[in-house]
């Protein structure tokens, strides 16, 4: 205990758990702010936010403290596990809606009804299963044969996620998984060759997005991602309630400034508690509001970056690269979003955005990191063979 004390990453977890109350007093903002017209739902989300950051805190100490070759010693019972959970949300998983099932849906006496996104976890899992894996088969995976297997593994559950049209957490974990097999020293030939591929698979999408009617992109896409995409390469000529979210995330980020407009004096912001919070800190804060989120999240990204060159072994290297590449993407994408650089996908900004299974998610994966930043002994979940003398 007193190595651990000693060893631990206390800036790292500080800067974590610093953006996760943030995200609290956002969310309640968003719900309660004198120009917010809200639901009697959007009032009590933050009760759920802090409910979720006190848990997930928890659960990250608690990761911190388990080695984690030991976690990705049941590599293959984790893959095995994270395509049960996806199978059965499908099966019996809750309608959010809008006739898609993510959710499991259970109540907790004293609390209510909670949802818990598997896809969410599944960036985690991925994450392991590839990094174990990819030590395991260092010597061959850069061969044909296992680079197949490989992306096989990885496209069964990017193919039960996209079922779910969760097209955030899809991309999500396709990036994960890039980033992994790129940080295991993946040919650079293999690389151009890719790319090759895929300059014509780009060419065929842009041109038939162009089109009135596509030919192939209405069978991947839903029409509501469709609607997406076209409202932002030209968001002028899309209804008028298509680029709502995004009218109003720009003026709130607009009337932001540089100092922002004061504390609880954001405007109405559709889905501000999640997919938007970045505006509804840019719209109290202004720019120095938002740069410093950023600046934290950067922190937090570089820590986890320097704890994978540090690593002391290829699965922790690798984990803690998966993690860096989770974080970026979901900042990227949600700060473009949010800044009407790229189509509405709905992806929440770590740490901040409202949600349970995105707290937990993340909590358990910075936990993960954490204790790969600690120094290595001899350790009883080394197998023999693995010990150094």
Known sequence: MKDFLKSFDYVLAVAVIGLC????????????????????GDTVLW??????????????????????????RFYLFIYAFMLLLLVLVLI??????TGTARWFHFYLPGIGWMGMQPSEF?????????AKLLDVKK??????????????AVAVPLV????????????????ISLVIIFAAGLYYRTILAGLVMLVPVGLFIWLDLQRAYPLFIHRVLEEYQLRRIRTALDPYAAHPDHVLQLEGSLYAIGTGGFAGRGFMENPHIIFGHNDFIFSVVAAQFGFIGAGVVLGVLALIIGKCILIALRAEDMTGR???????GMLIFETFVHAGVALGLLPVTGMPLP???????????????????????LPRKKSLFQRPEELTL
């Open 21 to 40: 109350v943030f995200g609290i007093l956002m969310i309640y903002t968003a719900g309660n702010a004198p120009a917010v017209h809200a639901s009697p």
């Open 351 to 373: 740490f901040m955005s409202s949600g349970g299974s995105m707290i937990w998610g993340h909590m358990m994966a910075m936990g993960i990191v954490l204790n790969i930043s």
């Open 122 to 130: 599944a960036k985690v899992f991925i994450a392991i299963f590839l």
């Open 47 to 72: 009760r759920n936010q802090r409910m979720f950051v006190i848990s997930g805190v928890a659960m990250m100490l608690a990761f911190a403290f388990i080695d984690y070759r030991f976690i990705a």
């Open 92 to 97: 019996i998983g809750g309608d959010d809606g």
């Open 318 to 324: 690798l984990i803690a690269a998966g993690v860096a």
């Open 139 to 152: 010597e061959r995976f850069n061969h044909i044969l296992w680079l197949a297997v490989i992306f096989a």
């Open 160 to 175: 039960l996620v996209m079922e779910q049209n969760a097209l955030s957490a899809t991309m999500v974990i396709l990036f």
